[in-house]
């Protein structure tokens, strides 16, 4: 799933690419992609991109915003030339723009977008946690405090902490040399502050990588991102941690792969 270093990869390139631009048409191929009136967003210029968690925002200059969730596999392509080759059976919107083509594709389909009224964005996001790239030790202390439940959990609870999931959650993790299922409210306050830096060092440098593709996730002109190529522990289950030659080893946390390493992580 991309997470906040793909999606904020993304957020980069489109502000280079089509801030200032008009949407022209907007040609919907999967109306369960789709929310709202697509009326609402023809005619109007892109104003500003926002990224907040793993949702993208673009401001329109008519007071609607169109919002998006990439969920599993969404990929946000961008192209000054449409070639027929580039619509496939994952396409679930085109979207016209002065400059070129918008295209939202997602084989697994349970990503989306959607037309808000920005008097209602606040409403749509309530849910969501501090971003991850904001996150103060005071707030990170504050949510840990409160459940006992495994750190990488929380650390993955949207509506706690924005941005993070599976991959990032796993390096942070290694890097703070915190175990993953350690009670969150056991961490002491300098494994908080650890585990902070740990998360910050690993989510710029996954920004300055371009992200992770390990699955469908490439940048919006169908670069790789190179971040997988940096992973510490995640995916690198049998294989030996970088600190100390242990054998990495993969178990199952809440349904979701863990890799840690529990000679450096206790
Ligand atoms: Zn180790």
Same mark, same amino acid.
């Given at each position: ?211 992770? +593709?390990?699955? +469908? ?50």
């Amino acid at each position: 799933m991309p997470e906040l270093p793909e999606v904020e990869t993304i957020k980069k390139y489109l502000e280079r690419k089509i801030v200032k631009q008009k949407i022209q048409d907007i040609k919907i191929f999967d109306r369960k992609g789709f929310k709202g009136e697509k009326n609402k967003v023809i005619g109007t210029k892109i104003l500003k991109i926002k990224r907040k968690g793993k949702f993208l925002i673009f401001i329109l200059n008519n007071s609607y915003n169109l919002l998006f969730h990439l969920k599993m596999t969404g990929q946000i392509l961008f192209f000054n030339f449409l070639r027929n080759s580039e619509i496939n059976k994952a396409t679930k919107v085109i979207f016209v723009l002065n400059n070129g083509y918008l295209i939202f594709n997602d084989v697994r389909r349970f990503g989306w977008v959607k037309v808000v009224a920005e008097k209602n964005l606040k409403e749509e996001i309530k849910n969501l946690g501090i971003d991850a790239l904001n996150l103060t030790f005071d707030d990170l202390k504050e949510i840990l405090s409160k459940t006992k439940r495994p750190i990488k959990l929380v650390l993955m609870d949207q509506r706690r902490i924005a941005g993070i999931g599976n991959i990032y959650a796993n390096e942070a993790l290694f890097l703070a040399k915190i175990n993953p299922l350690k009670p969150a409210n056991s961490l002491k306050n300098e494994e908080i502050k650890e585990l902070l830096e740990a998360i910050k060092i690993v989510l710029k440098k996954a920004i300055n990588y371009g992200g992770s +593709s390990i699955s +469908s996730y490439v940048k919006p002109d169908k670069r790789k991102g190179k971040y997988q190529e940096k992973f510490l522990v995640y995916r690198r289950e049998g294989e030996k941690c970088k600190n100390c030659k242990t054998v990495i080893e993969k178990i199952k946390l809440g349904g979701r792969s863990t890799f840690y390493c529990k000679n450096c992580q206790k």
